[in-house]
C-alpha cells in the first residue's frame, strides 16, 4: 500500500533568489533611516507651531517640499519591500499567477528586478506580465517629488526676494 499526502504544498524557501540581498536590505534600512531623520525634524516642527503654517511663505513651502520628499521615501521603501521574494523567482511569479507553484512555470521567461523606480516584473512566453510593485507607487513618488522641486524653488524665489528687500531698505 502506498501512502500519498494530502497535505498542501509548503513554502520552501530559495537560497538563491537572485536579488542581491545585501543591496536591497541596505536600501531599505538607509531609507527607513532618512525617513525617521526627516520625521523626527517635521513631528516637533509642527508640534512647536501648532499646525502645518510656518510664520512665513517661504518656511511653509519648505516644509511642504520636506513632507512631500518625506512621503516619496515613504512609498519608495513601501515599493522596495514589495520587490524582496523569499522564494526563487519561478516559484514566486508561478505562484501569483497561478495560485499555485508548480503550474507552467515552464513558459516564464525572466523575471526582472529595479530599485530606480521600484518594480519586479514576472515576464511569461505568452506575453503576460505581472508587477509586484502596485501600479500608483511610481507615479505618486514622481508627482510628490515634482511637487517638492516646485516648492523649494518658490520657497528661494521668495526667500530671496526678501532678503533683496530687506538691503534695499
Do not use: K
Not at 104 to 132: I, K, V
Amino acid at each position: 500500500m502506498r501512502l500519498t499526502s494530502t497535505a498542501p504544498q509548503t513554502v520552501r524557501l530559495a537560497t538563491d533568489t537572485g536579488q542581491n540581498g545585501v543591496a536591497v536590505l541596505g536600501i531599505i534600512v538607509l531609507g527607513l533611516l532618512v525617513l525617521i531623520t526627516l520625521c523626527a525634524y517635521l513631528f516637533p516642527t509642527f508640534i512647536a507651531r501648532r499646525g502645518f503654517a510656518a510664520p512665513t511663505l517661504p518656511g511653509t513651502l519648505r516644509d511642504v517640499a520636506v513632507v512631500c520628499v518625506t512621503v516619496a521615501l515613504a512609498l519608495h521603501v513601501y515599493g522596495l519591500m514589495c520587490c524582496i521574494r523569499l522564494e526563487n523567482e519561478s516559484y514566486t511569479c508561478a505562484t501569483e499567477r497561478y495560485g499555485t507553484s508548480g503550474i507552467a512555470r515552464a513558459n516564464l521567461e525572466r523575471m526582472q528586478d529595479s530599485l530606480f523606480p521600484a518594480s519586479s516584473t514576472c515576464n511569461w512566453s505568452d506575453g503576460y506580465t505581472h508587477d509586484f510593485v502596485p501600479a500608483f507607487v511610481n507615479p505618486a513618488i514622481a508627482v510628490l517629488l515634482f511637487l517638492a522641486v516646485i516648492a523649494a524653488g518658490v520657497a528661494l524665489g521668495h526667500a530671496g526676494a526678501a532678503r533683496d528687500l530687506a538691503r534695499r531698505g
